[in-house]
């Protein structure tokens, strides 16, 4: 039976984990979401197409605000019009200005992908499965101006083991939609206080950058495959071949290592593997710029003029 008056929340996020979250609590009739902010499309491409459609234009009486600068004047007005109790903020991508931190009765909660103090930062889920860990979580925490440094409502743990950044991100998200109501409640209606993250624990998860797909055959084959994993939506793993920036779609780990770091060991019409540090990478499926997807079978029979065991790849 929901509440004679729901908790009043805003919200505030863009791509689709945090539509995700908006339609879970929005079909909580203890919940009234008064407001959502989300980005503006963007302009991309010499023809200006846009980079996705928000999610929430078709969500229809809803009160959407997509604002470029969150200090404009009639922007401010607008939100304080609304008196909410908690702002509930999940992926919104800009950073929320003091005064809006400062409007909510109950203040602003973010749902952040890791174990905080562990992996402040834009891309926790990706550095979670880079650094090789096995474990990671949800953490519900009450924002301030400083990113990610807020002190913590309620911290879940969640063990893993080989899942790209999309399938880990998919858990992650299913353990925040059981836990997010009672996170809310306890905040409005038991004044849950959180509790102060450890600075002496604190490790960054920076924004991944697209150069960071190009393998380093000089890194352990462990490193490497994680590298696979957690770049498997973007920028994906590649390579260099003859001026030609090739991707690895998908890839194994292999105990065999048979000569220096980036030298192809075996290129036969069954397997194309490259030496690392330790170990050695069977790469399965490849593509060549402007080309569709292959397999190692098509690789060798397109290029075995030209590519041989025992060249080295950059």
């Not at 929005?26 to 959502?36: C, L, M, P, T």
């Not at 950058?209 to 055959?217: A, Y």
Request: with cysteine; hydrophobic share 40%; glycine share 6%.
């Amino acid at each position: 039976m929901p509440y004679k008056n729901p908790i009043k929340l805003g919200f505030a996020g863009t791509p689709m984990v945090a539509f995700n979250h908006f339609s879970h609590i929005k079909r909580n009739d203890d919940f009234s979401i008064d407001f959502v902010l989300t980005q503006a499309e963007k302009k991309i491409g010499r023809g200006q197409k846009k980079s996705f459609e928000s999610h929430f234009q078709s969500v229809k009486n809803l009160n959407l605000f997509k604002p470029e600068d969150l200090n404009n004047i009639n922007f401010k007005k607008s939100i304080e019009g609304f008196d909410i109790d908690l702002l509930v903020v999940v992926a919104y991508g800009k950073i929320i200005p003091e005064w809006l931190l400062a409007h909510p009765k109950y203040g602003c909660m973010n749902v952040h992908y890791s174990n905080l103090p562990k992996w402040r930062g834009a891309a926790p889920i990706q550095r979670s499965i880079i650094s090789g860990e096995n474990k990671t979580g949800v953490s519900f925490m009450k924002l301030v101006s400083e990113m990610d440094a807020g002190p913590v409502y309620k911290n879940i743990s969640y063990k893993y083991k080989n899942l790209t950044k999309a399938k880990l991100e998919n858990e992650l998200t299913k353990l925040s939609l059981k836990n997010i109501d009672t996170v809310i409640k306890d905040i409005v209606l038991n004044n849950s206080k959180p509790v102060s993250q450890r600075e002496d624990e604190v490790t960054f998860a920076p924004k991944i950058n697209r150069n960071e797909g190009l393998i380093d055959w000089h890194l352990s084959g462990e490193k490497i495959y994680n590298m696979f994993l957690a770049f498997s939506d973007w920028p994906q793993l590649y390579f260099e071949f003859k001026g030609q920036v090739v991707k690895a779609l998908d890839i194994e780990l292999t105990s065999r290592k048979n000569g220096p770091a980036g030298t192809i060991s075996e290129f036969n019409n069954k397997d194309f593997i490259v030496n690392c540090k330790d170990s050695s990478i069977k790469i399965i499926k490849l593509q060549f710029p402007g080309k569709k997807a292959i397999d190692a079978k098509d690789f060798f029979n397109a290029k075995r003029a030209i590519i041989s065991v025992g060249d080295i790849l950059v």
